[in-house]
């Protein structure tokens, strides 16, 4: 079981910049594989960016944040973070962080992901 809780949202202006944090509960953590999400109003929750469980260059990006948007993760302190830079109103959305138990290959479904943390709002304004 893996309890995921997400911080750092917030209100920034176009072309700011951004750094979600996802902190873990539980002693699997650094054997998860481990996704970031989004859902804008009206819209179906979407892929941002994913990373494997070991980490370094192992990561998966949308097209519309490519570039623009890092994934990294700290095993030791059982956290993901999201460096979201260049922001634009459309990516302005519920953030959310989700952990992948199986973890064979970095999964861009929802359905790929077990456990999924409250979310977390981020706004930008044009």
């Known amino acids: 079981q893996v309890q995921l809780v997400e911080s750092g949202g917030g209100l920034v202006q176009a072309g700011g910049s951004l750094r979600l944090s996802c902190a873990a509960s539980?002693?699997?953590?650094?054997?998860?594989?481990m996704g970031w999400f989004r859902q804008a109003p009206g819209k179906e929750r979407e892929f941002v960016a994913g990373i494997r469980w070991s980490g370094g260059g192992n990561t998966r990006y949308a097209d519309s944040v490519k570039g623009r948007f890092t994934i990294s993760r700290d095993n030791a302190k059982n956290t993901v973070y999201l460096q979201m830079n260049s922001l634009k109103p459309e990516d302005t959305a519920v953030y959310y962080c989700a952990a992948d138990s199986r973890a064979y290959w970095i999964g861009i479904a929802r359905a790929s992901y077990d456990y999924w943390g409250q979310g977390t709002q981020v706004t930008v304004s044009s």
């Open positions: 539980g002693r699997s953590f650094s054997n998860y594989n």
